[in-house]
């Protein structure tokens, strides 16, 4: 069974940082792209970052370019969000997501099959 | 790429057949994924390529469309499909991005 695990959301103030975490369980690790997807309250969903299987590409959103930055620990099955000069817009549930391939062996195109269960941030000002 | 959903908000009864659209800013070929939301949970995957029924959704859930403008249909709406529903486009080329939403709410 498929299971991400979001840790590391709290309280912080505006200018500061944290870093979140997904642990991944149920499929290899290795083979599977993951992403970052927020939700501000009451808002729509927003991609903000992903990670492919290997950690050779890697994308941002323009909204967190430059201050966010994701990573990935194969020996831990972990992927990381580490978030820097927080902004009040940058609060939000933060959800990991696992890619699901059009095709094995490429990195995109890729849609979103699992989902965990966010890690919400709050930036105070 | 630019997503719009319509409408934002639907209401709807127990067995209606219901329908929501979305318009992608550009030509998405089938890169198209459908997701639900309930309050407090983490959306959930119902579609993708447009029109592909992801395992285990039920088969009143039904997508179609290519290019810039898909549908996603739910058939005899059961108390259970009371949600917000997503469209995302995941072309290779372009951020990943979703629609506004489109809340189905009881009539």
């Known amino acids: 069974e498929v299971q991400l695990v979001e840790s590391g959301g709290g309280l912080v103030q505006s200018g500061g940082s944290l870093r979140l975490s997904c642990a991944a369980s149920g499929f290899t690790f290795s083979n599977y792209a993951l992403n970052w997807v927020r939700q501000a309250p009451g808002k729509g969903l927003e991609w903000v970052s992903g990670i492919s299987g290997s950690g050779t590409n890697i994308y941002y959103a323009d909204s967190v370019k430059g201050r966010f930055t994701i990573s990935r620990d194969t020996s831990k099955n972990t992927v990381y969000l580490q978030m820097n000069s927080l902004r009040a817009e940058d609060m939000a549930v933060y959800y990991c997501?696992?890619?699901?391939?059009?095709?094995?062996?490429?990195?995109?195109?890729?849609?979103?099959?699992?989902w965990g269960q966010g890690a919400l941030v709050t930036v105070s000002s | 790429i630019q997503m719009t959903q319509s409408p934002s908000t639907l209401s709807a009864s127990v067995g209606d057949t219901v329908t929501i659209t979305c318009r992608a800013s550009q030509s998405i070929s089938s890169w198209l994924a459908w997701y639900q939301q309930k309050p407090g949970k983490a959306p959930k995957l119902l579609i993708y390529m447009a029109s592909s029924l992801e395992s285990g959704v039920p088969s009143r859930f039904g997508g179609s469309g290519s290019g810039t403008e898909f549908t996603l249909t739910i058939s005899s709406l059961q108390p259970d499909d009371f949600a917000t529903y997503y469209c995302?486009?995941?072309?290779?080329?372009?951020?990943?991005?979703f629609g506004q939403g489109t809340k189905v709410e009881i009539k």
């Open positions: 997501a696992k890619a699901h391939p059009y095709s094995y062996g490429y990195d995109r195109p890729y849609y979103f099959d699992y």
């Open positions: 995302q486009q995941y072309n290779s080329y372009s951020p990943w991005t």
